[in-house]
């Protein structure tokens, strides 16, 4: 798959040819089909493009990792899902997985393993850390130079995996100014797509739990909101949009950020 020059090989490209990748980048059922998220990783691939990083997708042998039928209570589904990837992934004898969505990454990290699935899975901000520590990957503040970023902590990230630094480290090698929610890192509140909520209407009540986190993200008065997750990414958009502060602040991923600073 080629687009404006972007190289994704695919595992069963790369076993053809004898090799094996550094990381499999795992994409994810948003970042396959929604079409907000395939921005984001266009963005993540470009990245990995430019750090010169070995890497492959399943392709289409990737399916979804089953995280929204455990979350909903349907067990069964979730083990059924699990295996096949688990089949396939152990039989290119997979190590290390790197995954832009929060929901993939705490599924393959904590729950894969039980059922035979046992890699190194990191999430995109943790492993674009890594790149960047290890000289890698260099970025410049450029475009974002000073500019107010608040960052919203994905659940599965932050609470559930205590992954809070990485994401802001690199805002802050953005040269731009973080500025904090009131409720954030362990005391985050969720964006109100989690534990497959994201594919349901909202039940009754007096305000949606998006427009209530969107309203924290304002009043930090940011210019960007920048978010880890394709599901935070869309509540958060739409709390936007239903404030009708489109023209002034922006959600963007942290790879986007990075694929921007850059020019990629």
């Known amino acids: ?49 430019r750090a010169t990083i070995s ?3 399943l392709g289409t042998e990737e399916s979804c990792t089953g995280d929204p039928a455990k979350r ?3 067990e069964f589904l979730f083990q059924m899902q699990a295996m096949t990837n688990i089949e396939v992934m152990n039989a290119y004898e997979i190590k290390k ?5 929060p929901h ?21 901000t943790q492993f674009l850390k890594s790149l960047l520590d290890d000289g890698r990957l260099t970025i410049e503040g450029g475009q974002f130079k000073g500019k107010r970023i608040t960052f919203h902590d994905p659940c599965y990230l932050g609470r559930a995996n205590q992954v809070y630094e990485a994401p802001r480290d690199l805002i802050q090698k953005l040269d731009a100014e973080l500025v ?42 940011p210019e960007i909101i ?14 936007i949009k239903f404030k009708e502060k489109e023209n002034s602040v922006k959600v963007m991923d942290i790879a986007e950020l990075i694929a921007n600073a850059q020019d990629l």
């Open 104 to 124: 993939c990454f705490n599924t393959l990290k904590n729950e894969y393993p039980e059922l035979g699935g046992k890699y190194e899975v990191v999430h995109h």
């Open 226 to 239: 920048a978010a880890g997750c394709p599901f935070c990414n869309t509540m958060l958009t739409d709390g």
């Open 180 to 221: 904090e929610m009131k409720r954030s890192r362990a005391n985050g509140l969720c964006c109100g797509a989690g534990g497959a909520q994201m594919f349901k209407e909202p039940e009754k009540g007096t305000k949606d739990i998006n427009v209530e986190r969107t309203e924290d993200a304002l009043d930090t008065t």
């Open 55 to 57: 890497f492959a997708v």
């Open 97 to 101: 997985i790197v995954t832009a969505c």
């Open 1 to 49: 798959m080629s687009d404006n020059n972007i190289v994704v090989p695919t595992m069963a490209e790369m076993m053809a040819e004898g090799k094996q990748p550094e990381v499999l980048f795992w994409v994810g059922c948003a970042g396959s089909f929604d079409d907000r998220a395939k921005k984001i990783t266009k963005a993540f691939v470009k990245i990995l493009n």
């Open 72 to 74: 909903s209570g349907n």
